[in-house]
């Protein structure tokens, strides 16, 4: 039973698209991410969220918009893709919340988004 | 600004043993984490160092030095399957995540 699990794993999409991306952990943790990596394999984090509140938003453009329905939820939005939000996205949960006594990240798959 | 820095590209040989660094600046310092990464796969927890010293678990080791922002992850009697890149991160004092491009470590026969 997986403990991250996201979809799509593979997305291939036109230049000014929306689409989505789903996440969902059955670890009980309280904190979930969204973190980018780009090609050159730096993950960068986007978005955190603890018992569905936002606790960290960097500085995306605001086509990017998370949504938490409950704190085991995490979904990410893309309105009007461009050519650069190609990458891998990744959904992380840690027991923990902006105390890292605990620390360890849980990794979901993946779901490598290309845009054309 | 803050920083990680390791290595690109290491590459070794199966039965060896290899030393990835890392050296941080960083605002702050909360523990530093490695991970691993296979190609194409999600990062897995390898290990955590708050305190200085040498963490040993099995096969691979981790070293801090807080006082020297440095890092290392040591992987002894290397196997095939250890080919990944490996991820060094730091938790600063607000206590983000600050991520290390990875080593991209491989193995030869």
């Known amino acids: 039973d997986t403990a991250v699990s996201q979809t799509p794993k593979y997305l291939v999409t036109q230049m000014g698209n929306d689409k989505s991306i789903k996440c969902e952990q059955n670890l009980g943790h309280d904190t979930m991410y969204w973190y980018k990596q780009d090609s050159k394999k730096f993950l960068k984090i986007m978005f955190s969220y603890n018992n569905k509140e936002l606790i960290i938003n960097e500085t995306v453009p605001n086509r990017f918009s998370p949504k938490s329905p409950d704190k085991a939820h995490l979904n990410l939005h893309i309105n009007s893709l461009e050519l650069g939000d190609s990458a891998v996205y990744f959904c992380?949960?840690?027991?923990?919340?902006?105390?890292?006594?605990?620390?360890?990240?849980?990794f979901g798959e993946g779901s490598r988004l290309t845009v054309l | 600004g803050q920083n990680i820095d390791q290595p690109t590209e290491m590459t070794a040989t199966e039965g060896a043993i290899v030393q990835i660094n890392c050296t941080y600046q960083t605002s702050g310092f909360n523990g530093l984490f490695w991970y691993q990464q296979h190609a194409g796969e999600a990062p897995t927890f390898l290990s955590y160092?708050?305190l200085d010293g040498l963490e040993e678990k099995g096969r691979f080791s981790s070293f801090l030095s807080r006082s020297k922002g440095y890092s290392y992850l040591l992987l002894k009697e290397l196997q095939m399957k250890d080919s990944a890149s490996y991820l060094c991160?730091?938790?600063?004092?607000?206590?983000?995540?600050?991520w290390g491009a990875g080593t991209k470590l491989i193995i030869k026969p």
């Open positions: 992380a949960s840690s027991p923990g919340t902006a105390d890292w006594n605990t620390g360890e990240l849980f």
């Open positions: 160092n708050v």
């Open positions: 991160a730091v938790v600063d004092s607000n206590y983000q995540l600050i």
